[in-house]
């Protein structure tokens, strides 16, 4: 099986509040990795490290060893490195401007001017998030009018447009409601076929339901990591069994 | 014992409000009260300085004297002798004053002396038919000056002005001052606050520059204003040819005086922006700057159109700094390298005489709270269309 991320030996500190320990870790490509684990466990800051969001945190150090496509991570350009690894947040956050606008944004800023590709851009990346039914009637209104479930699915669509190999997801159903999480947890499942997906939860059924491979954090440790039916069914270690029954955490 | 605590402490802000209020409301009454009388539109397009004229109508060949036909205007003192009517008026400096209202077509003022209606006659030396002097002054009236009309042939000295106590020269001095002070202040505070709130490392240094900024606001202007004396005039002495003060040593100055207004403003309005937006633009590979001009900087438009109002409003009202750098002299024709006042200066040079004019400033202060008054209204205007078109 293809990896796209090797980490070795990754230690992270905020000064002298070390968040991460050595961790080892092999992502898989187009698979879904969920990152689990009670807060404050480091796997949000883990999930930075892939498209160097952390470097732009002024007391933040990192030590290790980080490859994308068999590349040092450090040694790719941290703007091209984020059109090839997008990033979906916790809370929705469309720019204030019109959906088309949102999409279109992030193939501008790489200087593509023409309409018609651009056009072409936002509705493949809209039907690609399965928003495009919903919207396509006022594509050039606000993205700040659409609810929220809308409003996450616009922000992977804004992630797609830039046609990326990974998708890093940051507990993005965490402010939505049942239904709207419903809706994105199937997109992720479709997106799985094109991209490689890593993605951090606090809801164990989701990472149960939707991922391929588990990676369960500790205290900055990854406790346990392997393929989710294991983790699930049968874990190895005492801790996470703890864990995923709701025995603690 | 709790209610009557109560209503005790309301009636302590219901009072304290309404005194707020009170006073503001009788400053507005005293300057309008006092300065309605000369707002009109000629104080704000005529000159300042009175234009002076010295004729006479001494060639009796040229002329002829009686039977012009009286327009019976109300309050005009007409002579039908030489077919003009005067009248009584109190000019913008607050002196009596002798307006023509009516000049006949043939009449000899009008061919002869080149006078026109509106024109004030301050001064005449006529003299009879017996060669007697009659010497008529507008301070005792129009009323003894037609009686000495009627009995004069000829007149050998008139003193007459047109115009005068206008603001308009003051007035584009102000627009002046606004538009060039912002043109410099603007670009360069609106840069320097995105450089502190997104470029810069939060340390040490900025810290100081912030502290700097936050010490400067609490300058008063005066001070600036030696600066602009000495740095800005002989600075633009040298490059623009002016001697001594100026519009454009004025602007440089109070771009000095706005910019950590302008800097905090703006700064504040950064500082309002989600950080999500910074994220999100960031983790689609956008670079900084492409952030900062495409996502941040359309967002802070209303913080930066608070700074512009609010510099606005200190062009228009600083008096201090601009003493020096632009001058005290009341200008009637402005240019950018030459010495004149703004309205708060020309109230200024007003009150500052011999004889204070307290109309007049009234009136030009009127004119400088329409002025502020209207650009916060055009800014709420424009915000208000922002706020619909972002949320809807």
New interface residues.
């Given amino acids: 099986m293809e990896t796209i991320f090797t980490i070795s030996d990754l230690n992270l500190r905020y000064d002298q509040n070390q968040v991460l320990h050595s961790i080892d870790l092999n992502i898989y490509k187009n698979k879904i990795t969920a990152f689990i684990g009670p807060s404050g466990c480091g796997k949000s800051t883990l999930l930075r490290c892939f498209?160097r969001?952390n470097d732009?945190i002024?007391n933040c150090y990192i030590d290790g060893n980080i490859e994308f496509a068999n590349k040092n991570l450090n040694e790719i350009n941290p703007?091209?490195?984020?059109?090839k690894v997008?990033?979906v947040?916790q809370?929705p956050?469309?720019?204030?401007m019109s959906i088309f606008e949102n999409v279109a944004?992030?193939p501008?800023?790489?200087g593509i001017r023409n309409k018609a590709t651009l056009n072409r851009i936002v509705i493949d990346s809209l039907k690609k998030a399965s928003l495009y039914e919903e919207v396509k009637d006022r594509l050039h209104?606000?993205a700040?009018?659409l609810s929220g479930g809308q409003q996450q699915r616009l922000?992977i669509a804004?992630?797609l447009a830039?046609s990326p190999e990974v998708i890093l997801m940051d507990e993005p159903t965490s402010a939505l409601d049942p239904i709207a999480t419903l809706k994105i947890e199937e997109l992720i499942s479709t997106l799985k076929k094109d991209f490689s997906i890593i993605i951090v939860t606090h809801n164990m059924q989701q990472a149960a339901r939707i991922s391929d491979y588990t990676a369960f954090f500790l205290l900055g440790e990854i406790i346990e990591y392997g393929k989710t039916v294991d983790i699930f069914k049968n874990p190895k270690n005492k801790k996470t069994e703890d864990y995923i029954t709701g025995r603690f955490g | 014992m709790r209610k009557i605590k109560d209503l005790f402490l309301n009636v302590i802000t219901y009072v304290s409000s309404s005194f707020g209020c009170l006073v503001l409301i009788i400053l507005l009454l005293f300057v309008f009260k006092n300065g309605i009388r000369l707002l009109d539109w000629s104080l704000i397009t005529s000159d300042y300085h009175q234009k002076t004229y010295q004729v006479n109508i001494t060639d009796t060949k040229n002329y002829h004297l009686g039977d012009y036909s009286d327009p019976q205007l109300d309050g005009v003192y007409y002579s039908s002798v030489w077919g003009i009517g005067l009248q009584d008026d109190i000019d913008r400096n607050n002196e009596k004053i002798v307006t023509i209202r009516y000049l006949a077509p043939l009449s000899p003022f009008a061919t002869i002396a080149k006078l026109e209606v509106g024109y004030q006659i301050s001064k005449m030396t006529m003299a009879d038919e017996m060669g007697n002097n009659l010497l008529a002054l507008a301070k005792n009236g129009a009323e003894p000056m037609v009686a000495d009309l009627d009995e004069a042939k000829i007149i050998t000295d008139i003193i007459a002005t047109s115009g005068g106590g206008g603001i308009r020269g003051s007035l584009l001095t102000t627009l002046y001052l606004i538009v060039l002070t912002l043109v410099i202040a603007l670009p360069l505070g609106i840069c320097a606050a995105i450089y502190l709130h997104e470029f810069a490392k939060q340390n040490q240094f900025t810290h100081i520059i912030r502290t700097m900024i936050d010490i400067t606001t609490g300058i008063p202007s005066i001070i600036f204003g030696l600066v602009g004396a000495i740095v800005f005039i002989p600075m633009m002495n040298k490059t623009i040819q002016s001697s001594g003060g100026s519009i454009a040593s004025g602007a440089l100055t109070l771009t000095i005086i706005l910019l950590p207004t302008i800097i905090k403003t703006t700064e504040e309005s950064l500082k309002a922006i989600p950080n999500s937006y910074r994220m999100a633009s960031l983790a689609l590979g956008a670079s900084k700057s492409q952030t900062t001009f495409k996502v941040i900087l359309p967002n802070a438009v209303f913080g930066i159109l608070t700074a512009t109002l609010l510099s606005i409003g200190r062009i228009i009202g600083e008096s201090a700094a601009l003493i020096y750098a632009v001058g005290t002299a009341i200008k009637d024709s402005v240019a950018i390298n030459e010495k004149s006042t703004s309205l708060a200066v020309h109230i200024w040079s007003l009150m500052g005489g011999e004889n204070p004019n307290y109309e007049l400033s009234c009136a030009i202060s009127i004119i400088i709270l329409l002025i502020v008054g209207l650009v916060s209204l055009g800014v709420k205007l424009i915000s208000r269309t922002i706020n619909k078109t972002e949320v809807k």
């Fill in positions: 498209n969001m732009l002024d703007i091209e490195l984020r059109t997008g990033m947040f809370t956050n469309p720019f204030p944004y992030g501008k800023c790489q209104e606000s700040l009018g922000c804004r992630c830039m």
